[in-house]
């Protein structure tokens, strides 16, 4: 993208889950752009900072592509910029992330962060520090006030404590848009496809969040932009396998084709029941076909 001559409008955050905090950031920035014929961009990084200056890794909501692909999606931001946290980048002075990195590299015009926004090294910047700095610099900056939602901060950290307790539909709401996962599709025991209900079998990559294991209301959104109800199995599949390895089993509804290597992308909407042991694969399937019900009333509803 040529930003030579335009220049960018930065949102400045990690941004994981892109919630409807961050939505307040993001439709900001898509604003100011558009007044300043700029292009609009994010800023995260491709490791969360805490897992470095916390040494514990915290699970995301998003992979960086899919915290990419919802920024533009929902809030129209062109550009992401997806920074390496390394040691490096910790110690950085928050004046020279600034400085050197969002102005000095990425030509940021104008830049956009929260209400509690701290960065730089030891976390000294601040939204009033920043606020100075741009106008020292010349350059415009919003702070956006704290956004609530029932009474709650909407946060990335509560949003996952949602997820990681099935609590989808109420994810859903703080997020503004369905949990997401983007994937490509491997292959699986072929077991389904002769119970009935043939599956697409996901994973979730390293390091990000596994919602509660249990079955879950989607939608499977193909490469070309069509979109099928499907339910998904998150979890170990006690019934069939002994394993600790956990699955994202979609059986897609109204659909046969082969999907095996293409990348979608499941979208969760809600939590239907956990996962359960069934003595036999005659109940395991009768019960799969009444989720697959609810899952087509969820839509038509
Ligand atoms: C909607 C849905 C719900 C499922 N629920 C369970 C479950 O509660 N317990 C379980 O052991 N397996 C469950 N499974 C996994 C099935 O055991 C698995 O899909 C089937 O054995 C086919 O596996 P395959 O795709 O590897 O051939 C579920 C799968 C789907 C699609
Ligand atoms: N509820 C909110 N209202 C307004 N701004 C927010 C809100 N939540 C986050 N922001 C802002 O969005 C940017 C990205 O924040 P960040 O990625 O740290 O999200 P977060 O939800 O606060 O994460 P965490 O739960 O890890 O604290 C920051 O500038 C932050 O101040």
């Excluded at 200056?53 to 992979?63: D, E, N, R």
Aim: charged share 20%; glycine share 10%.
């Amino acid at each position: 993208m040529n930003t030579k001559d335009t220049g960018r409008v930065i949102a400045l955050g990690f941004f994981d889950g892109v919630h409807t905090g961050h939505g307040a950031l993001l439709s900001l920035c898509a604003q100011r752009a558009k007044e300043l014929g700029a292009v609009p961009s994010a800023f995260t990084f491709d490791t969360h900072p805490s897992a470095l200056i916390l040494k514990s890794p915290v699970p995301l909501l998003t992979t960086p592509a899919d915290r990419a692909d919802l920024m533009r999606r929902y809030y129209g931001i062109q550009d992401v910029i997806i920074g390496h946290y390394d040691e490096r980048m910790m110690k950085t002075p928050w004046q020279d992330f600034v400085t050197g990195l969002l102005v000095g590299e990425h030509k940021a015009v104008h830049l956009v962060a929260g209400h509690d926004f701290h960065f730089g090294y030891k976390g000294e910047g601040n939204p009033q520090k920043l606020k100075a700095l741009c106008e020292e610099l010349g350059i415009g900056c919003d702070i956006v006030p704290k956004v609530e939602q029932e009474g709650i901060t909407v946060s990335s950290t509560y949003i996952r404590t949602l997820i990681a307790q099935g609590e989808m539909a109420r994810a859903v709401r703080f997020l503004g848009h369905p949990h997401t996962l983007t994937d490509t599709v491997s292959h699986g025991k072929k077991l389904g496809s002769t119970l009935g209900f043939p599956t697409v079998n996901l994973h979730f990559p390293s390091g990000v969040l596994v919602p509660a294991h249990g079955v879950y209301v989607t939608r499977v959104v193909f490469a070309n932009g069509e979109s099928r109800p499907a339910v998904t199995n998150v979890g170990v599949r006690p019934t069939v396998d002994d394993g600790d390895a956990v699955t994202v089993e979609g059986f897609i509804l109204h659909f046969d084709g082969d999907l095996y290597g293409q990348t979608i992308r499941v979208e969760f909407y809600d939590y239907l029941r956990g996962e359960r042991k069934f003595d036999t694969l005659e109940e395991l399937r009768a019960e799969v076909m009444r989720n697959a019900r609810q899952t087509e009333d969820f839509f038509t509803a």
